[in-house]
């Protein structure tokens, strides 16, 4: 079954002279539970393709569609719902409160949703991500490795479909980040969900099921490594 359709998707920026395409007519299908890595140089359109799938940045034109349904015939309060219950973002620069204690930063997804705290949800998320007897530190009592957990536990909170990640180890020295993408295929088997990770670390892309390469907004190549 394929959570994930996109059909033909274009994205301009600017016009006449200056219009760039940052995507031009990409499709592809991604099937539920699929570990799918998005490599490509700077500016092949690696996280324009991101932010369209994560209903951030609207498209040109093109479809998305997630559980069969179209991103964008959404308005924009639905779009807002739609980003916070079956999308999990991952940054490399963590973008977490700083005023916000660990457990604040992970639940704000579903405070900001108004809905209550899944506490047992909660409390499997801080021992997988190993942060249990850290819940009440500030992000600057903590390590990097350990500020991106938190955002990683940030956007599984809300058991999204799909986890989208924009070069999560790219502050990280490399235990940090084999750790990090440990735990995201960990959380992605555990808790049933779509990982797509954009990455400049070839190593880190060897990992996923597949790998589809970006060059100038098209589809470069599209390469299944396992099943």
Do not use: W
């Not at 639940?107 to 499997?124: A, C, F, H, S, Y």
């Amino acid at each position: 079954m394929d959570i994930l359709r996109i059909e033909h998707l274009c994205k301009t920026y600017g016009s006449g002279e200056n219009e760039v395409k940052a995507l031009d007519d990409v499709s592809f299908t991604v099937p539920k539970g699929q570990f799918l890595s998005i490599i490509g140089s700077s500016g092949s359109g690696k996280s324009t393709l991101l932010h369209i799938i994560g209903g951030i940045d609207k498209p040109t034109s093109g479809k998305v569609f997630m559980n069969d349904q179209d991103v964008y015939a959404n308005d924009e309060e639905q779009l807002a719902i739609f980003r916070r219950r079956q999308v999990g973002l991952i940054y490399q620069f963590y973008n977490l409160i700083p005023v916000l204690n660990v457990k604040e930063n992970i639940t704000l997804p579903v405070l900001m949703d108004g809905r209550k705290i899944n506490e047992k949800r909660l409390n499997e998320l801080l021992d997988t991500l190993s942060l249990k007897g850290r819940e009440n530190h500030l992000p600057n009592e903590l390590s990097g490795g350990q500020q991106q957990r938190v955002s990683i536990g940030r956007a599984l909170i809300n058991e999204p479909a799909v986890v989208l990640a924009d070069e999560p180890t790219g502050n990280l020295d490399s235990k940090n980040s084999h750790e990090i993408i440990d735990l995201l295929k960990q959380s992605s088997r555990q808790f049933g969900q779509t990982l797509i990770v954009i990455t400049h670390d070839e190593e880190i892309a060897m990992q996923a099921d597949r790998i589809i390469t970006l060059n100038d907004g098209k589809i470069a190549g599209d390469n299944l490594l396992r099943k």
